[in-house]
């Protein structure tokens, strides 16, 4: 039986979806996310920004790449260009599975995603094999064949280096050669001091849980993969749509993608 929605305690899911202008969230979850915002005003636009790096990389998996089967851990709540979505506006056969550990998004994913080539787990990111074991991903993706990893705005709810790169160990071990890693994380990097100071008060109180990783630290996930170009960079420097974009300080996330070349 999966769990009821608790509305008394922070989800990042409904966060992300009030930092984005979304309607499913609740009174703790706005209180949480105003308080970040308080601290560093810029965090609906790197929200922003990461839904556009999604996209962006999306796009470029189904076009360029040729990736038809995706594999969405942390996805959230359902927003304008859903992986699905983007993804099978190039290639209809292209196949989701999508994973998430709070009930208000199985719930939405009940509604929305009726299953054949797009599914939902639930289940947790800190436990890689549960996913891969789940017979809704075993029953929609052949990971004998290429399928793209994504790990949007999920990894740095990892606060252990060690752990977080052994998650993404496992889910790159177990994909085929010719599959991708897509991965975005928090940062401390682009800020000024006194910026940094204060998120990691906040850290330190529990106001905050998104863990922050310098880019050498944010590297080390695609250890073993080749970055597709331009590798880590902010997520608003990665293959942008437009000059006209925000500064690295606003997004304080970095983006990468990896390719599994063996």
């Known amino acids: 039986m999966n769990p009821s929605v608790d509305d008394q305690t922070v989800s990042p899911a409904r966060r992300w979806n009030y930092w984005l202008g979304g309607k499913d969230h609740f009174q703790v979850d706005r209180e ?101 074991a789940a017979d809704e991903l075993r029953d929609t993706l052949d990971l004998s064949r290429p399928v793209a990893i994504l790990l949007i705005a999920v990894l740095h709810f990892i606060p252990d280096d060690d752990k977080a790169r052994a998650v993404v160990r496992e889910l790159v071990d177990a994909a085929a050669p010719g599959s991708y890693l897509v991965a975005t994380n928090s940062t401390k990097d682009f800020v000024p001091p006194h910026v940094a100071a204060v998120y990691d008060q906040m850290l330190a109180a529990g106001h905050v849980d998104a863990w922050p990783r310098d880019k050498d630290t944010f590297g080390s996930f695609f250890d073993g993969l080749e970055l597709v170009d331009p590798g880590a960079v902010a997520i608003s420097e990665w293959r942008p749509d437009s000059e006209d974009r925000p500064a690295a300080a606003e997004v304080s996330m970095y983006g990468a993608i990896g390719l599994k070349s063996r």
């Open 32 to 132: 949480s996310g105003d308080r970040i915002a308080a601290a560093y005003p810029a965090v609906r636009t790197a929200a922003q920004q990461g839904r556009a790096f999604h996209n962006r990389a999306i796009r470029y998996l189904a076009g360029e790449a040729g990736i038809r089967q995706f594999l969405d851990i942390g996805t959230g709540l359902p927003a304008p260009d859903n992986t699905h979505e983007v993804a099978q506006s190039i290639d209809p056969a292209s196949r989701v599975v999508y994973v998430d550990n709070d009930p208000m998004v199985l719930a939405h994913a009940r509604a929305l995603m009726t299953g054949g080539t797009t599914t939902f787990v639930h289940g947790d990111l800190n436990d890689p094999g549960a996913i891969l």
